[in-house]
């Protein structure tokens, strides 16, 4: 099965959504991507953990509005917006599929998820979730965003962004505004209160690092995972363990 539905956000801004895998599961795994990519994810990610499960799940993927082949600008993009996104997608996985729904959310896609705080998750997989300290993701953007040339970064307005794509993305001051704002340990205690939540740190990330986790692994009643890998798991042989943790954690 291969489908790509037609959705739409509640600005009627088309999501391109992808659904593969097992038509007949009655379990359905929504896949959320992180900050500037798509239903792909970096280096293929989510193209390898969807492909590893299919024969047993339906697999949903889309692109947030703004990035990919969605509608919308990137300027408008914060996570509120992209929050509504993934409630759009998730009602139309419960209108069209029913059954249950698990969530594979990747780095900022995590804070996306648990902002919604949808209640039908029966099982989620966090994996690169951002640092619990919004401000030191801020500084650690902004360097990360400054070092690429050609980038204008200015948190008051419009900051450029070029990516390793090619393409130019822009990101406005409601992206930074919602960013310092919200409350990471918080927010993901209260949506694991009712889901089964699994969080993999990537022990070498390089992204994100490994500052400012430990307090997500003080949540209580969380699955926490240590593994071997970068920020997107790009050698095969740990992308191929990650796999194994997250298809174990569904079974």
Known sequence: MNKMPTIFNEQNERLDTLVEGNEKSTITIVMVH???????ETADLFDDVS???????????FD????????????????????????????????????????????????VTSLLN??????????????????????????????????????EGISTVPRSSGAIQKFGSQFWKTLKE????????????????????????????????????????????WIDGDHSFKKPEERKVLIKVIKEFFD
Do not use: C, W
């Open 182 to 225: 919200f409350q990471p340990v918080h927010t993901v205690n209260e949506f694991s209160k009712h889901t089964e939540l699994l969080i993999i740190h990537p022990k070498q990330d390089d992204v994100v690092g490994i500052e400012f986790q430990k307090e997500y692994d003080d949540i209580p009643g969380i699955e926490i995972e």
């Open 64 to 111: 947030f509005s703004g990035f990919g082949k969605s509608g919308g600008k990137t300027e408008d993009f914060d996570y509120h917006k992209h929050a509504s996104d993934l409630n759009s997608l998730l009602d139309y996985v419960r209108r069209t599929y029913g059954g249950t729904i698990y969530i594979v959310a990747q780095s900022m896609g995590t804070f």
């Open 34 to 40: 992180g900050l500037g990519t798509d239903k792909h």
């Open 51 to 61: 492909h590893a499960l299919i024969d047993v799940y339906r697999i949903v993927r």
């Open 118 to 155: 949808p209640s039908d998750s029966l099982k989620t997989v966090f994996m690169g979730i951002p640092n619990s300290n919004t401000q030191y993701i801020i500084e650690r953007l902004t360097k990360r965003f400054s070092s690429k040339p050609g980038a204008y970064i200015n948190i």
